[in-house]
């Protein structure tokens, strides 16, 4: 949690340098990166929203994800972050984002998505477009500690560049 707290520090440090807005869509984190940024004293400054959208309707009513999207790849892909991701723009005051879906635990994997499978979309309104699948280890706690860690990485890297 301590890694936690620090990223998100440097994340509200950079959101506010850059002058840029984040908004959040989870599945798998339930909130938890929403909620990490808003532990940090001042993020009304540059975090808007949060879409938990953990069902499939949830994910295409609040944020536009495609049913053909959803049945062709499954709510754990890539086609369906980016969609989300981009849904969270469309839907927000945000101009930067991040959306994750994943299979945190114990159950629900599968040969092909195996439980820690979480993939995750970042975007910006500049343009900016990133999908990724990680393969995360531990039980349910851990993986979504390790997703929660990894959007707000990512999201830092892409602001230091």
Same mark, same amino acid.
């Given at each position: 949690?301590?890694?936690?707290?620090?990223?998100?520090?440097?994340?509200?440090?950079?959101?506010?340098?850059?002058?840029?807005?984040?908004?959040t869509a989870e599945s798998c984190t339930g909130g938890g990166v929403s909620a990490a940024i808003?532990?940090?004293?001042?993020?009304?400054?540059?975090?808007? *929203?949060?879409?938990?959208?953990y069902s499939n309707s949830a994910k295409m009513e609040m944020l536009g994800v495609n049913v053909?999207?959803?049945?062709?790849?499954?709510?754990?892909?890539?086609?369906?972050?980016?969609?989300?991701?981009?849904?969270?723009?469309?839907?927000?005051?945000?101009?930067?984002?991040?959306?994750?879906?994943?299979?945190?635990?114990?159950?629900?994997?599968?040969?092909?998505?195996?439980?820690?499978?979480?993939?995750?979309?970042?975007?910006?309104?500049?343009?900016?477009?990133?999908?990724?699948?990680?393969?995360?280890?531990?039980? *349910?706690?851990?993986? *979504?500690?390790?997703?929660?860690?990894?959007?707000?990485?990512?999201?830092?890297?892409?602001?230091?560049?």
């Amino acid at each position: 949690m301590f890694q936690t707290h620090l990223l998100s520090e440097a994340l509200g440090q950079k959101l506010k340098a850059a002058g840029k807005v984040l908004a959040t869509a989870e599945s798998c984190t339930g909130g938890g990166v929403s909620a990490a940024i808003t532990e940090i004293a001042g993020s009304s400054e540059w975090f808007d *929203r949060a879409f938990v959208t953990y069902s499939n309707s949830a994910k295409m009513e609040m944020l536009g994800v495609n049913v053909d999207t959803l049945e062709s790849h499954g709510a754990v892909s890539e086609p369906v972050v980016k969609e989300m991701v981009l849904g969270v723009l469309a839907n927000s005051q945000a101009n930067i984002a991040v959306s994750i879906s994943g299979i945190a635990g114990p159950g629900g994997g599968s040969e092909e998505k195996p439980v820690g499978t979480v993939c995750f979309g970042w975007a910006d309104s500049n343009g900016w477009l990133k999908v990724a699948t990680y393969h995360l280890s531990g039980d *349910r706690s851990q993986v *979504r500690q390790q997703a929660v860690e990894t959007a707000l990485k990512v999201l830092c890297e892409k602001l230091d560049a």
